[in-house]
């Protein structure tokens, strides 16, 4: 095979590894990354197992993918939109409405990817519980580190940026459950509870 002839192979192979990885970020909202299978994804995208197989080799490589792809679609849709907007409490109420968006009109069909699953894998040490926390530590970092520029900036009282972004997160992992469940007034009262820790000055 010619130069041409393999990088033309090269660019069908992560365009294969593309459109399968992000097919198994929506089933893993659903039914957990346990419920991913080389064989269930050829059955959903008509393509052979082998092939699938292939690329990621094992299955724990593939459920690593594809959390690195739920991360990067959750950066773009989440994060990115917020950091044009000033340090502190204007960036952090831009990423919470973000987060907001991103639960009421879900970016993945089960909901927060990182609720889905967490819980499953937080108790069994191995890639794909590090690569989730690392995601989830990463969004937490973040949202105490624009608490952090609002305290210094005396935009909100002198209260521990790491114990809001605790706090925030929590709110934000109930709000999903809530709304999961037929919750209409989740978001009111998430919303209430931002106002309430950031509308708090010295």
Known sequence: MNEEG???RLLRGAESRRTIVRHAVDVASLDGLDGLSFGRLASDLRVSKSGIQTLFGTKENLQVATVEAAGAAFATAVIEPALPRAPGTDRLRALLEG?????????????CFWAANLPTFDSAPGPVRESLLQHQRAWRALIAAEAHHAVDAGEIADLDPDLVAFQLDAVLTATNIALRCGDSDAVARMRRIIDATLGRVP
């Open 6 to 8: 393999r990088d033309r």
């Open 99 to 111: 987060w907001i968006g991103y639960a009421e009109q879900p970016l993945f069909p089960g909901g």
